[in-house]
């Protein structure tokens, strides 16, 4: 199988330094770096495979490439990123060579088959679940995770004893305006820049908020699922679609997330893990490698 990678480079080898999309805080773990060696290692194709869509139509310089081969690849962003119509517009001209592209949410294909006639298909994003830390049931930190399409105002304006944390891949990254926004409850916010062992264990003492602009599958989320670590979360239709109605975490006002905090107890608890049990079962590499193989070649 020949890969492209986001730098342009046709490969049949892993070159991690090519890959993005990977958690922030563990990347070799659960994020796109085992997507990326698995789908090499295990799925055997002649068609060109492209990992992050969203990256090699959104230059000028690689975009050619898919208008010579039959290829596949995996649309990330939700409509609301920057360069969503761009990259769109830029697969419509050699959707013709596309016998499948691959989303993590009925949200987004349903936003895709607006403008593209190529097949569209929906998986479950793979995370790992093997090895890592569970939520300890005890909670010292309210934790956020993550900045990209982010809300990061209301954690801040949480009241309670506890430390908040906001887990960032790196804070020289950080976007100006979100540094702004959250300047005036820096002495309550803890930002933080952590590797994988104190990631983990933060992350398995928490209670965690997100809540997200748009989306369509988030590592954050995914890998307090895998760890059956509390999250508070707002309704997003993606958010949803993986959760279902009934998920009793879902918060999407700054009242909404304080009723949560305050009312969380073990019987919450509790019925938070009744509503993750059909996704837990989603996560699994082994699964999402065979649906990607079946859907390849139906």
Request: aromatic share 10%; proline share 5%; with cysteine.
């Amino acid at each position: 199988m020949l890969w492209l990678t986001n730098d342009g480079i046709l490969t049949d080898k892993l070159l991690v330094d090519s890959i993005t999309g990977s958690s922030v805080h563990d990347p070799l773990s659960g994020g796109w770096v085992r997507v990326v060696s698995s789908i090499l290692s295990d799925i055997q194709t002649d068609l060109l495979f492209i990992d992050y869509v969203d990256h090699v139509f959104n230059s000028r310089l690689v975009v050619s490439y898919p208008m010579l081969y039959d290829w596949f690849g995996f649309f990330h962003h939700p409509p609301s990123s920057s360069t969503f119509h761009l990259v769109v517009n830029n697969v419509i001209k050699c959707q013709h060579k596309c016998k499948v592209l691959f989303v993590f949410s009925q949200y987004l294909a349903d936003h895709l088959s607006q403008h593209l006639t190529c097949p569209i298909k929906v998986v479950d994003h793979p995370t790992e679940t093997n090895n890592i830390q569970s939520w300890s049931g005890k909670i010292k930190y309210i934790t956020t995770i993550g900045t990209w399409l982010r809300q990061i105002e209301p954690i801040c304006k949480i009241n309670t004893d506890l430390p908040k944390m906001w887990l960032v891949g790196s804070t020289s990254s950080l976007p100006p305006s979100i540094i702004r926004a959250c300047a005036k409850y820096t002495d309550k916010l803890n930002i933080q820049s952590v590797k994988s062992d104190e990631y983990q264990q933060i992350l398995s003492t928490s209670l965690v908020v997100l809540q997200l602009k748009d989306t369509s599958v988030n590592n954050a989320l995914l890998e307090c699922i895998a760890r059956k670590v509390p999250l508070i979360i707002n309704r997003h239709p993606a958010i949803v679609e993986k959760l279902g109605n009934d998920y009793p975490l879902y918060a999407d006002t700054d009242k909404e997330i304080q009723h949560q905090i305050d009312n969380f107890d073990h019987k919450v608890y509790q019925a938070y893990l009744f509503s993750i049990l059909k996704m837990e079962k989603r996560l699994d590499f082994d699964n999402f490698i065979q649906t990607v193989r079946e859907k390849l070649d139906p």
